[in-house]
């Protein structure tokens, strides 16, 4: 049996048991647009406002919207579906049989980013067809700086999964990484409003390095090489921890 054939059925095992959890399938996928069509349906919302440099309320949620989903996806239902893997012997058990446990991991990152794009995608297209927010004038620069915040939310879901020996410390400890990601990507308050001082320090961080990024491919412009260079080297430096500190049992 081949590696490949193996690999893919392991991807289509965890895609139907995903299919099968409401709860992550709505908070991934539902919720985010959900929240925009919510903020959307508000009158003030919807007319230009000074603070977010003439743009509508809903024009500055949508980016956010769009990264709800990849930090709800990557930083509390993955780890907490891999921690469970490890805490019931699911990952030491296979590694008699002929399914690689990084097979498993592989695919956990493979669904969880797939599902991000398409809450992403879902975003986008309520903010265009419902409230008429311009799709990214920077199309090419938007799915780069979105493609680098999947990145960032898988690997540090995969950190948070290392450190985490059960479900109940990976839950807590994605508690306490969520809120302030949220608060970085705009949820509470989206980049544009912050003071300049509080936007500087936040762009040092993956999700508000994001946000920013793909406000300005929203708006036409190329993402900050900068931006874009904190969201590579928080990849690469999540990645390298997760890589370290990861074990299977």
Known sequence: MSTAFVDTAVLKSEVRLFRREPGSLFWTLGFPTVLLAILGSIPSFREADP????LRPVDGYVPVSVLLGLIVGGIQAMPQTLTGYRE???LRRMSTTPVRPAALLSAQMVLYGGAALVSALLALAVGRLAFDVRLPEQSFGYAVALLLAVLVALALGAVICALSRTTKISAAIGSA??????FCAGVWMPVQTMPDVLARSVG???FGA???ALNEAAAGAWPGWDH???????????????ARWFRWE
């Open 51 to 54: 603070a977010f440099g003439g």
């Open 88 to 90: 019931r012997g699911v």
């Open 177 to 182: 990484v969520f809120f302030p990601a949220m």
């Open 204 to 206: 040092l961080t993956p």
């Open 210 to 212: 994001a946000a920013q």
């Open 228 to 242: 874009l260079g904190v969201l590579v080297a928080w990849t690469v430096l999540l990645t390298a921890a997760a």
